[in-house]
């Protein structure tokens, strides 16, 4: 409501915090672990896919919110086609902690100024600064740098 009524431009929402001893309460899936232990034991089968079931969770949290958007028309297009709204982790694999293929998704079009349905793959080392950078920019902040990016991420735009 408050895209839709103009109220604000920017909204930050974090459906978890991303350190240790946090735990987790999954009431729909009947299930209160810490996520960051969790993901230290993927070798088990049974966590795996416990894991798996998280995952869809959050994947289907986003799905209702993009669909939401999706469904409020605005100008010649909807909320969602005129934004920009991204959703990802800070680890690529938590059970090493590892900071590369970082699972991100990128939805709305920003007002058709970025490509959308498509994956985009990125040279190794590519930080996620360039697309923090890359957003910036599409903001109309002007910025030049952020934290350790090296430019904007190289495909996202139109």
Known sequence: MAFQGDLTHVATFMLAP???GSPQHF???QFTKSHHELTHGQDNEGVKKFLVQVDRFYMELFAEVLEQMDAISEGAGTLLDHSMVTLGSGLGDGKDHT???LPIIVA????GRI????VLNCPENT???NLWLSQAKLMGTGMKQFANSTGPLNGLLV
Not at 108 to 111: F, K, L, R, T
Request: neutral net charge; without cysteine.
């Open 18 to 20: 991303e350190r240790w």
């Open 27 to 29: 009431h729909e899936l």
């Open 99 to 101: 900071m590369n293929e």
């Open 108 to 111: 709305g079009s920003a007002n």
């Open 115 to 118: 490509k959308t349905g498509r």
């Open 127 to 129: 930080p996620l600064a």
